[in-house]
């Protein structure tokens, strides 16, 4: 099998979202895994010198039309939640908890936050929306309470942000196929074709 | 016939080059005349608070390499130009004095202008590449060269820049279709959806 895609997003862009609702059946229609990477995207805007795209005038008016336009034309659930942006830190840890304790339970929580924050409108920069989520899927909220407080998981949220920024990573969605990046929801289609072809 | 959509750029702007190579055909293919609106870009940073790509870190380095992947997968003349970006008072000015004295010649200087600047690396912000230019459409250089200093050109591409940013225009290139925006090149298979399906 080929080498996974990666897939880095904060579950607090909206455009992160809507890529989040097709990236993983992208790769399986070319035989690819997809690996989801949750980080915080603000110490990536340090590094890049970019601003949240709601603070900036012209851009944010603009991208808060464009999101609803996107998720309508997909038929993705979405209505702009407040507040915006969020925190997502506890988000971020909880998914990287399961990932090492129970895998196959990842990308499901990741959907499942997407969801809460941007379907819902639950804020999941509160811990205790995120432990909500968990348990709604079946997983033990006081375990995964213990599990994102502990050293490790602290650790590799801040490991996977650096190791992010180190591979050029400033904005999300962000797409890493075979060492080309791919920078937004836009380049989806990019994506797609660059498997298809194998670059060009 | 329904409205002209309008396309606006900066005749430094890589992806308002590669744009405009496709606009005017994606326009005639919905039965709409295309309007281009050089302008300046810089004030509309401004107002935006944004800077130009290059000069951002980790985004300028993705954005060079991006313009050769886009330049390659489209089949654009292309090679990044030095110096980059320039000034494109003369060569915008030019464009629309062209536009008020000799219509039929504005967009092929446009389309001209991109090239000699992207595919040949010539320096348009010297006002003599921007007359040779002309010259080399057949026009003549002498009364453009006086054309591009009357207060009317310079107060028209003011006006543009101006009402461009007045428009909710903050980057290059930026598409108008019944009053819908589209930002970037990225969105051109948006913009033509949108023409299909009159908007949804």
Not at 157 to 175: C, D, K, Q, S, Y
């Amino acid at each position: 099998m080929p080498a996974a895609i990666d897939f880095y997003t904060d579950f607090s862009s909206p455009y992160g979202y809507f890529a989040s609702t097709m990236i993983d059946a992208l790769a399986a229609r070319h035989g690819r895994d997809c690996r989801w990477h949750p980080m915080l995207l603000s110490p990536a805007f340090q590094a890049s010198g970019n601003t949240r795209l709601i603070d900036q005038p012209l851009k944010g008016a603009y991208s808060r039309h464009d999101w609803d336009r996107v998720a309508r034309r997909h038929g993705i659930p979405y209505r702009f939640p407040e507040p915006f942006p969020v925190g997502t830190v506890a988000a971020a840890r909880a998914f990287w908890w399961l990932d090492a304790n129970m895998p196959t339970q990842a990308k499901p929580f990741g959907h499942a936050i997407f969801a809460a924050y941007f379907a819902q409108g639950r804020d999941i920069s509160d811990k205790a929306v995120v432990l909500a989520v968990a348990e709604a899927m079946g997983l033990d909220a006081a375990v995964l309470a213990q599990g994102i407080e502990t050293p490790e998981i602290k650790a590799k949220l801040r490991a996977e942000t650096e190791g992010a920024i180190a591979a050029g990573v400033f904005g999300a969605p962000f797409t890493v196929v075979d060492g080309e990046q791919f920078w937004g929801f836009d380049r989806l289609g990019m994506v797609e074709e660059w498997l298809e072809r194998g670059g060009w």
